[in-house]
């Protein structure tokens, strides 16, 4: 089993690449061969017994598809994306990153096959809930219509229509997700506007103060990264012709308030830690975080037996557990 | 007032050009130009006073798009695309010319307002109803997702969204609308899967015979030629701002079975028309046509002020007035 992941050296890439280490096998084949490609070498997994190789390219960049794609690797787990703001801000850069890189890698997938002989990947691509766009309903359910606000969420659209049309002409074999806010998101604040949501767990339960922005009956949509990575590997084993021909599925995930992540923060750690949040509302990131989605009805993943965690404080615990070595306080 | 038209020279581009050299004017502007673009070169019209340009280009062809946005027209018509069966046997030619033509027009419409000064044309595309795939609602509302279950629809949707996102941006003033079968198509019997619901009006009405491949209970959605060309003016006149980001409406049309057609041909030509069709079931179209959307609920673009026909009797009074100088029989 040979598995290729692009955009390794992320946050959720990492993860995977670990997850994928420990584990040894999937679809029950042992891994025997791991290819990590990220704009900057990602590290060499520690206590992995196969053949690695790590490449620092760009799949936007001419010719790095098509040598990706002529490494024949069974798994492809196509992570890689400038994030929304950034393809806000460079309209040129998004389109070029976020969707013809990913053409780029479907049309090479296609080339190989076409010029080497038979090759059908399993291809898992993640996409994002910013392909819809308010006004929503309660909950946002399989069937509601693609319409992003944002060219981050037209780019991924693009995508999962070239996927599902890649998919039923039988040149890949595309499964995209779409992952909820990654929660609790480890590593330091950024700037990024959903930073907030992660930021008043993460800081606090480091023992650091942090800013909450927006009140606390904004609701939104959660999963942590060891979900994430669940989806990922489950997406890459699970039967595809279940899909039929609409490939992307929303990820299940936790719809929580603001305040319900402080109380589930209070009942697993204390209120001293929680008294490390301080209120600073900041308009604009309240008008931005207002056009979010904040509840989806998944039942076609969960029926596919995709998992997320039931509660903010199972979330909490998982933070804890993965990334603060089981200890609270800075 | 300065229109382009990409597509000029096929079935629609024709009539809407007539319509406007008819007319006259455009938004209460009297035009002044015209420029007419298609991969053969159309004719030009008859009795128009102002400028006119024909083009022999190829939209997906290097430098075309950047050429066309040069021109700096006020309206602009993009109808030029291959149909559903090329773009479904030519997978490289569809996604050239239906997907990457009209992104290199958004693009050069970008470029020349960057390079050249504000530049904000009105763009009317046409998109189809092949963006939607089954399983279907009784009645494809305005909120149903896209789902295209051929490589046209996919292009199609793809354009849509692109659209939507360079309109957003300020980057063009777009307006896209999903036309209906239009019916009668004038001319000739051709190969495509559609063409019979066509065919067994217009071959009758000239005294020839048809030949019905599929059951009389088979509904479709319908428009004949001249409401499609009334949707493209009223697209080009409306205030777009009513629209906000969902850019690409759901033409009106008639939702009518087979039954209903061959009754309606009964009803204005008599049953001698009537007994020139010929049934002869094809196992081929049953299976093609039993994927096609049947009705519409089309809300949104009826309260934006766009018409259709209301009878089948009506569309086949309109291809006796424009297409046979009001005269039935061969």
Not at 40 to 67: N, R, W, Y
Not at 91 to 106: P, Q, V
Not at 151 to 171: H, V
Request: glycine share 10%.
């Amino acid at each position: 089993m040979h598995i290729l992941i692009i955009g390794a050296a992320g946050m959720v890439g990492r993860k995977l690449t670990a997850a994928l280490v420990k584990s040894g096998q999937l679809r029950g084949q042992a891994i025997s061969r791991l290819t990590l490609a990220d704009v900057i070498a990602a590290d060499k997994p520690a206590g992995f017994t196969g053949a690695v190789e790590t490449l620092a390219t760009d799949l936007s960049a001419p010719g790095t598809a098509v040598t990706l794609a002529a490494k024949r690797a069974d798994v492809i787990f196509h992570l890689a994306a400038i994030v929304s703001g950034e393809a806000e801000a460079d309209f040129d850069k998004g389109y070029r990153i976020n969707m013809d890189g990913t053409r780029y890698l479907l049309e090479a997938i296609r080339q190989e096959g076409i010029k080497a002989g038979s090759y059908l990947p399993r291809l898992v691509f993640t996409s994002s809930i910013g392909v819809f766009g308010a006004p929503f309903p309660e909950a946002i359910a399989d069937d509601f219509f693609l319409t992003p606000l944002t060219s981050y969420g037209t780019q991924k659209a693009i995508c999962e229509l070239l996927l599902n049309d890649y998919s039923r002409k039988g040149f890949v074999d595309g499964v995209g997700i779409r992952l909820p806010t990654i929660t609790v998101r480890p590593g330091k604040p950024n700037l990024a506007a959903s930073g907030f949501f992660s930021n008043i767990l993460r800081e606090p339960l480091a023992g650091l103060e942090a800013v909450l922005p927006v009140s606390k009956d904004v609701r939104h949509w959660f999963a942590s990264p060891r979900a994430a990575v669940g989806f990922l590997i489950h997406a890459a084993e699970m039967d595809s012709s279940a899909l039929g021909w609409r490939r992307t599925l929303s990820a299940p995930g936790l719809s929580a308030t603001v305040g319900e992540e402080i109380e589930a923060l209070r009942r697993v750690a204390g209120d001293k830690v929680v008294s490390l949040i301080r209120d600073e509302p900041n308009p604009t990131i309240i008008k931005i975080v207002d056009g979010w989605p904040r509840n989806f009805d998944t039942k076609r993943a969960r029926a596919l037996g995709f998992k997320a965690e039931s509660t903010m404080d199972e979330i909490i615990k998982i933070h804890i557990e993965d990334e603060l070595g089981g200890k609270i306080g800075g």
